[in-house]
């Protein structure tokens, strides 16, 4: 059909050396996918560009779907699970509650789970200032050294204002290189972690400043605790935004032109990167934000603050 571009059933017959009805049922099934047009009993082929490129896009379009079903099913297995964790818990009585006061107990419990159960990976949320400048002038050098050494993954979420404190851009900028993970709030609302997946602590009143307190807190030994305050940090995650300085990069670069209305072309020239460099951020652009299209990205990044 591509080389004769028009033809009969009997003309397709003849150049394909086969029996007219065994081609008859093939055409019509060319037909059905819409690669093949029938006009007056001739038969048209289309571009293969346009014919399986549609084709294409339908597959992906049941295979996003289907993705779409299996994250679902993904997340009602977490809820089993966390529903299962919490029916052991109720079954296995009151769970253990230490009473624990002092920077160094608190940084010195997390080294101590750290080295016992590697890699554990630490949430934190950080709220206040003070409590940002004590964690870098005197506790983050252990917890980098940690993760350098593979024992320790460090996810955290802090208030935009620290990040103008002596000392903490450049401290920070090192927990990412070894690993590290952290994003901005405009108020983070209190303190707490999560160290694994059955170690919490929180402060000894939710919402107070932990240098005020004497870094009085509690560490509590059970996994539906944690667990909550693992679903609470992953909603503030959610909302928190990259650091200024790790904002999508490259990736922040072709969505802001775009957004200015640019082609790739142009983008390429303006940037003097090729094309393809220029296509390829955009692909990491919309895995990294979730997005489904470019638009979808360019709305995404807008909402986390890349473009600004």
């Known amino acids: 059909m591509l080389r004769l571009h028009r033809a009969t059933r ?27 047009d029938e006009q007056s009993g ?39 699970i966390r529903d299962y964790d919490a029916g ?33 990976t630490l949430l934190t949320a950080i709220p206040d200032e003070r409590t940002m400048a004590d964690f870098a002038a005197k506790f983050v050098e252990p917890w980098i050294d940690a993760q350098r050494r593979g024992l320790l993954v460090v996810r955290a979420v802090l ?8 000392g903490v851009r450049d401290q920070l900028t ?34 107070g400043n932990l240098p005020d307190h004497a870094y009085n ?23 928190a935004v990259p650091l200024p300085w790790e904002r999508g990069g490259g990736m922040a670069q072709v969505l802001r032109l775009a957004a200015q209305g640019l082609c790739d072309e142009s983008i390429a020239r303006q940037l003097g990167l090729s094309v393809r460099t220029v296509r390829a951020r955009f ?16 709305v995404e990044a807008a909402r986390r603050g890349w473009l600004t």
Do not use: K, N
């Not at 289309?46 to 597959?59: C, D, T, W």
């Not at 818990?89 to 789970?113: C, N, Q």
């Not at 994003?183 to 919490?200: C, E, N, Y």
């Open 10 to 36: 009997t003309e397709l017959a003849e150049a394909t050396d086969g029996p007219v009805d065994q081609v008859a049922d093939q055409l019509d099934d060319l037909v059905r996918l819409g690669v093949v």
């Open 42 to 80: 001739e038969y048209l082929a289309r571009h293969p560009a346009a014919a399986l490129g549609r084709l294409v896009a339908e597959r992906l379009d049941r295979l996003a779907e289907e993705s779409r079903r299996i994250d679902t099913v993904l997340g009602s297995i977490r809820g089993l």
């Open 88 to 120: 052991r818990d109720h079954r296995s009585g009151p769970f253990p509650v230490e009473s624990a006061s002092g920077a160094d107990v608190l940084y010195e419990s997390v080294m101590g789970m750290a080295v016992q159960a590697p890699p554990m």
């Open 159 to 166: 208030p935009v204002a620290t990040l103008t404190l002596p």
């Open 174 to 207: 090192r927990l990412l290189a070894t690993g590290g993970q952290v994003r901005t709030l405009d108020r983070v609302p209190s303190w707490f972690m999560t160290a694994g997946s059955d170690t919490a602590g929180l402060p000894a009143t939710w919402g």
């Open 217 to 239: 807190f509690y560490l509590m030994r059970t996994p539906i605790v944690a667990g909550v305050l693992r679903s609470l940090f992953e909603e503030w995650w959610g909302r």
């Open 283 to 298: 692909a990491d652009a919309m895995a990294e934000l979730g997005a489904q299209s470019r638009f979808h990205a360019g």
